[in-house]
């Protein structure tokens, strides 16, 4: 059995996600700070090594699951019925529906992209 609570999992998971976001982030920085003229066939052979279609295809997981943790953790401290009422669930809902169709939307146009 784990001696971590749901919150401290959910605090280490949106913190690994981040850490990967960053090292992504990095990586892309040297790329352009080191490559001079940068167009699309640079750009375009940049992606076609399958390690960076790799390394970015982590880099969009990462987004989705520290988007999706972190706004589940801003839902419910904020969308509550001390702010809402009795609208707070309906609130609530609508907003997890929306972000879970921008992460649907976003990896999927990224997957099609990159692969």
Avoid at 17 to 33: D, G, H, P, R
Wanted: glycine share 4%.
């Amino acid at each position: 059995m784990s001696k971590l609570g749901a919150g401290t999992k959910d605090f280490i998971i949106i913190r690994v996600c981040a850490v990967l976001i960053l090292i992504y982030s990095i990586y892309l920085a040297a790329f352009f700070i080191s490559t001079e003229g940068i167009n699309y066939k640079v750009w375009s052979s940049f992606f076609q090594n399958p390690i960076n279609k790799i390394l970015t295809s982590a880099f969009f997981l990462s987004f989705a699951i520290h988007t999706w943790r972190g706004t589940w953790a801003v839902a419910t401290d904020y969308l509550t019925p001390k702010f809402f009422g009795h609208f707070s669930k309906y609130v609530y809902l609508t907003f997890r529906l929306f972000v879970a169709a921008v992460i649907a939307l976003v990896l999927t146009w990224s997957f099609f992209i990159i692969w």
